[in-house]
């Protein structure tokens, strides 16, 4: 019997890692790591981290919530904003900016 040494894992597995490693959370929020990368495992994240960025240029979107208050009223507004919004938003006089209305969410 002999002792050999164990089988490295491939080049693509272990760069699979290293991302998830290196970028995290910042670039790859919406990938979560599996165990045993396949080459298409890798090739997905490789091609999120060309679209979506790298920790610098990337963000999750943030929630904001604000409670505006004026002659006895209060009102609670709350937003999502993220670096996916595909337009910019408009200025209106009675909201100040509102989003473009391809933007806006469909009614139920």
Same mark, same amino acid.
């Given at each position: 019997?002999?002792?050999?040494? /164990? *089988? +490295? %894992?491939?080049?693509? &597995?272990?760069? @699979?890692?290293?991302?998830? =490693?290196?970028?995290? $959370? #910042? ?9 045993? /990368? *396949? +080459? %298409?495992?890798?090739? &997905?994240?490789? @091609?999120?981290?060309?679209? =979506?960025?790298?920790? $610098? #240029? ?51």
């Amino acid at each position: 019997m002999t002792i050999s040494e /164990p *089988t +490295p %894992a491939p080049e693509y &597995a272990t760069l @699979y890692r290293r991302a998830f =490693e290196e970028f995290g $959370m #910042a670039a790859l929020w919406r990938s979560k790591p599996v165990p045993g /990368p *396949t +080459p %298409a495992d890798a090739l &997905a994240i490789t @091609y999120s981290l060309r679209v =979506e960025g790298n920790a $610098m #240029a990337s963000t999750r979107p943030a929630d904001y919530t604000v409670l505006a208050q004026r002659g006895g009223e209060t009102t609670k507004l709350e937003w999502v904003d993220s670096d996916f919004r595909f337009f910019p938003t408009i200025r209106d006089e009675t909201f100040g900016y509102v989003l473009y209305p391809v933007d806006l969410p469909p009614t139920r």
